[in-house]
């Protein structure tokens, strides 16, 4: 089993910066992925970025260039920075780790960006 617990969120102007945390406990050995996906009001869960075991990144298009995603492996923990924030980010921000072909989520933390 794979706990996760994101923090960071929380209300932030348009065009403003914050990070988000993802830190994982439990069965961390073997974790291959962990990625971001976000979901607004009335729209489907959506990836935002992943990295990989290996240290790979993946972004969508829709944050390539304002955004990072990094990890700590002492820590066991994965960031999400986010630069020039816009209103359309706004959405619960979900950590996902792969292991195993299996998938663990956090609760979500909340990110509102007010134009």
């Known amino acids: 089993q794979v706990q996760l617990v994101e923090s960071g969120g929380g209300l932030v102007q348009a065009g403003g910066s914050l990070t988000l945390s993802c830190t994982a406990s439990?069965?961390?050995?073997?974790?291959?992925?962990i990625g971001w996906y976000r979901q607004a009001p009335g729209k489907q869960r959506e990836l935002v970025a992943t990295i990989t075991s290996g240290g790979g990144t993946v972004y969508a298009d829709s944050v390539k260039g304002r955004s990072a995603i990094s990890r700590d492996n002492a820590k066991n923990t994965v960031y999400l920075q986010m630069n020039s924030l816009k209103p359309e980010d706004t959405a619960v921000y979900y950590c996902k780790a792969r292991r195993q072909l299996l998938d663990y989520w956090g609760q979500g933390t909340q990110v509102t960006v007010s134009s």
């Open positions: 439990g069965s961390t050995f073997g974790i291959n992925a």
